[in-house]
């Protein structure tokens, strides 16, 4: 699943939260005047509390910062953390964690790729540079399986670099920027690590202090 769908789910829904407060306080004030004219019957029903709130959302959104989000995702209403996912609102960059990979995954819907088809990625952010050799997952997005200790220098790179590049063959260039997405980042680790699906070391010059 792309991160796109989540963000712009995520975003609908926080951008909803004030407007639906403030529909809420109105509602309840119109209640409040109807149940004063209203039958004993009417009052208690509308008074009456929903008795199963709707359960959270398999997907959260744990941090935010311009163009990048980490998001998790639960397969049973927050009690366990089956997937982390963080990246670029565009897409073209993506990093995901679950029990059984990690990968770093770059789309595009305007794409029309050949699920199982191959090609090289390469990726400069500063003195960070590396290959990756990207497989289509279907016809709008492409992934890479790393291991722990590459993951862990992808990320260094995006977290201590202010712009990336990324090369798809010998064609296609992206130029993009990296604010904002080290707290991402940082969140994206801290999250393959809590739920044991791996060690991606700390933020570059990372200072934990709770003061």
Same mark, same amino acid.
């Given at each position: $699943?792309?991160? *796109? ?12 939260? =004030?407007? $639906? ?34 359960? =959270?959302?398999? %997907? ?14 639960? =397969? ?8 982390? /996912? ?7 960059? %993506? ?8 990968? %770093? ?19 400069? /952010?500063?003195? *960070?540079?590396?290959?990756?050799? $990207? ?15 590459? %993951? ?23 130029? $993009? ?32 202090? =709770?003061?």
């Amino acid at each position: $699943m792309k991160i *796109y769908q989540f963000l712009i789910a995520g975003a609908v829904a926080l951008s909803a939260l =004030p407007a $639906m407060a403030g529909a809420q306080e109105a509602g309840q004030l119109q209640d409040s005047t109807q149940w004063a004219h209203s039958p004993a019957g009417a009052r208690q029903a509308l008074a009456t509390p929903d008795p199963q709130p709707a359960p =959270p959302p398999a %997907m959260t959104i744990d941090e935010r910062h311009d163009w990048w989000v980490a998001i998790h995702h639960s =397969p049973d209403h927050g009690l366990h953390t089956d997937l982390c /996912i963080a990246g670029a609102e565009n897409e073209v960059l %993506m990093v995901r964690a679950d029990a059984d990979s990690l990968q %770093m995954r770059s789309a595009d819907d305007h794409w029309t790729l050949t699920p199982g088809s191959t090609g090289d990625m390469t990726v400069r /952010i500063g003195a *960070y540079q590396h290959v990756f050799h $990207m497989q289509a997952n279907d016809a709008t997005t492409l992934s890479v399986d790393l291991k722990p200790k590459e %993951m862990a220098e992808l990320l260094n790179g995006m977290e201590r670099g202010q712009q990336a590049t990324v090369q798809y063959g010998e064609r296609t260039v992206v130029n $993009m920027t990296l604010t904002g997405s080290a707290p991402v980042l940082d969140r994206f680790r801290g999250c393959a690590e809590t739920n044991h699906f791996a060690d991606l070391g700390h933020a570059p010059d990372s200072r934990a202090n =709770p003061f």
